[in-house]
């Protein structure tokens, strides 16, 4: 394993959240010698991998999409530039919700409620099968929104983005994307209560 690939997971490990210098010192190493590319992806891949299978729930079609991601982004590393707020990690997530969005139009897969229900289960068998009921139920009430709405929930509440890195994200501005989250999670609020008569 290179230097850098150990210095930053002996001083961050890999689940640790980056800040904006610190990805900002990785991207310009890797801009310098691509094969210090492994570290960004080491700090990434994982949370790229989450957001893909949750808008996807096929492992293999998530593990592709992943893998495509990474490949563009380190195409087009030297083209990045950053920008008063921007960040590494919005980027790749645009790249991630573009991919996303290819693979539909070229499957048109429709998925029905009752195969989300089934694949959103947790694999494994340490999870209580009350939390797996859970969210069974949240990703069925997710389905029932659409589209720029479930995205903005899950960057916002599960990948815990901030308002400007979503706007970055979906090509937006962060007053609107503060909108539409507040609407969307009203939305499930209401098919929540609607269906299950009662908010967890």
Known sequence: MSQIIHEYVVKYGILAPM???EEQH???QAQLDAQRFTALYLAFVDEIYR???FKTSVKETAEDLTAQVFMQALEHLTEFRYAPGARFSSWLYAIARNKVIDYYRRHKE????EDIAER???ETATHHVDAQFQQQRIHVILQLLPSPDQEVLQL???????YSEIAQIVQSNAVAVRARYSRALKKFKQFYLQH????D
């Open 196 to 199: 299950y008569g009662q908010t």
């Open 156 to 162: 916002r509440l599960w990948q815990d983005k901030t």
């Open 19 to 21: 800040t904006r210098p």
């Open 120 to 122: 959103s289960t947790p």
């Open 110 to 113: 429709t998925v029905g409620l």
């Open 51 to 53: 957001f893909i299978y």
């Open 26 to 28: 990785l991207v310009k």
